[in-house]
């Protein structure tokens, strides 16, 4: 028997053996002793919207505002004052399958950023590339946003996101290396639903498994039935352009120079581990014997030991002054 697979990345049956195949390859990029932190940037609703018409424009401003939020904060020497490396991976849905764009960034270890100073620097960063974009002609404006063509209409639909709170999440660390492969298994070549959530197909439509987040305990697990042209459409939101790369590295992981930088964090984390594992050693090394002086009766110090009929290797010099 032989298997057939259609090798479309969207594929929810043909993206087990590339996530195989990418994971063996990052597998030798983990850096040892290390906690990786998982941050993720979500555009609001109203930007969503917009992107959904512009895809390959307005998820290319999502991951460079998102890149560089992380590393102009981390580079403050306020916060962190340091270059980091970290990879991005872009979902665009949620679990009910609707439009929701948003980026999952996993960090090593030593990042100290706050997540509301992310949060704003992020907003601004990204309505500014927004603006750029616009002023330069990069949107398409269709259906709803037809209206946005007049400048002065643009400006009034984007006063609100601009004082909207922005959702950016950190969640604790992963903690050691197999932690971040177990993460990055579930999430790099996820698509829009696995296999595993579909529950039946008949005549009411599809009904799949889905988690509503808002609920709590056993009611957040729930299943939905979409008419089978309404679930294609929602699973057709997540098509990407072609050619659009939805996993990317930044910082010292970028593609240019991370074969250099991975071996480099990682002779210096080796180094380290040894010299913390030596000063852990040293802390919990059994305390030396103390013997009182029998004329004083003060702490006498063990200078030498030797074995039953042996001598000193030097002379015993008794301080007379």
């Known amino acids: 028997m032989h298997s057939v697979t259609c090798r479309n990345r969207h594929c929810p ?10 994971l063996e390859r990052r597998h030798a990029e983990l850096l040892p002793s290390t906690e990786y932190f998982h941050v993720v940037f979500t555009l609001p609703e109203s930007i969503a919207a917009l992107a959904f018409q512009n895809k390959r424009t307005l998820y290319d401003l999502l991951f460079r505002a998102s890149a560089e939020t992380l590393r102009t904060i981390a ?3 306020k916060h962190l004052g340091a270059e980091i490396g970290f990879l991005t991976i872009l979902h665009t849905w949620g679990q009910n399958l609707q439009h929701h764009p948003h980026v999952h960034c996993v960090v090593p270890g030593g990042f100290f950023l706050p997540v509301r100073v992310l949060s704003r620097l992020f907003r601004r960063l990204f309505l500014e590339q927004l603006r750029r974009t616009y002023d330069a002609g990069g949107l398409r404006l269709h259906g709803q946003f037809e209206s946005l063509s007049d400048p002065v209409e643009f400006a009034a639909w984007l006063a609100p996101a601009a004082r ?24 790099t070549h996820r698509v829009a639903i696995s296999n595993q959530r579909l529950v039946a197909l008949d005549e009411r439509g599809v009904t799949f498994r889905w988690k509503d987040y808002r609920a709590s305990g056993r009611t957040r697990y729930k299943t939905m039935t979409l008419e089978a042209g309404e679930f294609m459409r929602r699973f057709l939101l997540h098509v990407l352009p072609g050619g659009f790369h939805r996993i990317r590295h930044y910082g010292l992981f970028g593609n240019t120079g991370r074969a250099d930088n991975i071996v480099r964090m990682r002779d210096l984390l080796l180094v380290h581990a040894a010299q913390r594992q030596s000063a852990d050693a040293h802390i919990h090394e059994p305390p030396l014997p103390s013997y009182p002086c029998p004329c004083c009766g003060g702490r006498m110090i063990v200078i030498e030991t030797f074995a039953r009929g042996c001598v000193p290797t030097a002379p015993i010099r008794i301080d007379t002054s």
Do not use: I
């Open 13 to 22: 049956k043909c993206q087990s053996l590339a996530r195989a195949q990418w």
């Open 75 to 77: 580079a403050d020497p």
């Open 164 to 187: 909207a709170e922005w959702v950016v999440y950190a969640k604790p660390p992963f903690g050691g290396a197999e932690h971040v492969l177990d993460y990055l298994g579930r999430y």
